[in-house]
């Protein structure tokens, strides 16, 4: 996407055109030129060296992976000295790190290299679970994890609430990052911790015995609320910053992983997924997202898939038609890349300014959120019957196994007693008395 300075001409074919106009005069123009050479001069003295330019270059990788060498290596060492460092010692170490992180992030945005400045708060922003669980552990709000015998540490619902609280305090340190340093990156661990954040959230406030049958239907209920947060801040956000990708790209992935979750439970509803992946992308176009066009391809791959290995597996001619259909897929995808940007402009050619929004509104993002919402309270109710039926076998095999190993060990302990009582063949019997 060109700048505003790229879309607007030089400045001295504007003076000159505004000099041919009358606009202003010969002395006005060289003035308005000098204003020019010292404004550069001034920039570049206080500004000496700079990255360069375009979100995704040679420098860019080279600051992502040295961001994830970082994480790696500071990964590594807590995880070999954790149990050595203990709460107090991780607090320092993450504290010392957070430190580290936020002043090498403020020094290399004052010399002007702003994205590897971003890079850095990025990662001290991602040192607040580390410190916030050494903070919990010191305060008695997380138990030992070297107490094997705590029940605490066995039951879901304290532990998540527990990790609810570090996820809240990562998406506040995002928040506050986000004030003074507008970097669209720092998206990425927000959109993770809110991700998670709701999925603890129903860990904890659910029942533990339904959320093996329930649990993936909430999954798709925390995909389409983050979708639907991801196109808020997408109508909201400034044009320069786009932290609303790390939302789309969050609840895509979800939305993926919780349909495959649910596949073995919805039946019929599975030829539903063609009309998920057309939704996809269509919302691809109007709020020009390319996310949402490999979400809509990975479903509509996934259902022939589905089509091949299940429905039709038997019919003989479905090897050929799936590989011609394949090169279709290829050609589709071909077209699609060329063609993205038009289809992008004709779609929103009737829409006045930048502002992305869907043809319904927030009908769109709301409505497959209350769908899945519905087929969660369904599989609620059908989680309760199964659970009970699920716990009647489980006792009735379990009284049933004790019952038969009860049975064994009486077995054994009579076959015992009868060797025992059993005269020996081979001794010599007693001489009787007179």
Known sequence: MRTSSENN?????????????????????????ALAHELQATESAAVPRTEARGTFNVITVAYALGALLVLFALGWFLAERWSKLGPSGVLLVAGLYTAAFVGAGITLRRRGFGIAGGLATVLA?????????????????????SDFNDPLLRYDPYISSRVIILELATIGAGLIALRSVRFFALGAP???????????????????????????????????????IAYAIDRRQPARDDYALWFYLAGAIMLLVGYVQVWSHIGAWRHATPLVAAALIAASLYLRRRVLVIAGGAAAFGYLGYLAFDVFRRVVALPIALAGLGLLVIVATVWMQRRFPALVARVNRDEKGARKTL????????????IALTAMLFAAREAEERTVENEWRNAFYNSRAQRDLRAQKEAERVRTGATRAAPDSNAVPAKPQK
């Open 359 to 370: 043809p319904t509104g927030p009908i769109a993002v709301v409505g497959p959120l209350a």
């Open 125 to 145: 922003v991602m040192m607040t679970p580390v410190w916030g669980w050494a903070v919990l552990r010191l305060t008695g709000l997380w138990p030992d994890p």
């Open 9 to 33: 001409p030089p400045l001295s074919t504007l003076t000159e055109t505004a000099v041919s106009r009358g606009i202003i005069d010969g002395a006005q123009r060289d003035a308005l030129h």
């Open 190 to 228: 927000i959109a993770v911790a809110f991700v998670a954040l709701l999925l603890h959230l129903g860990k904890a406030l659910g029942d533990p015995r339904l959320s093996w049958y329930v649990g993936p239907y909430y999954q798709v209920v925390v995909a389409c609320a983050t979708l639907a």
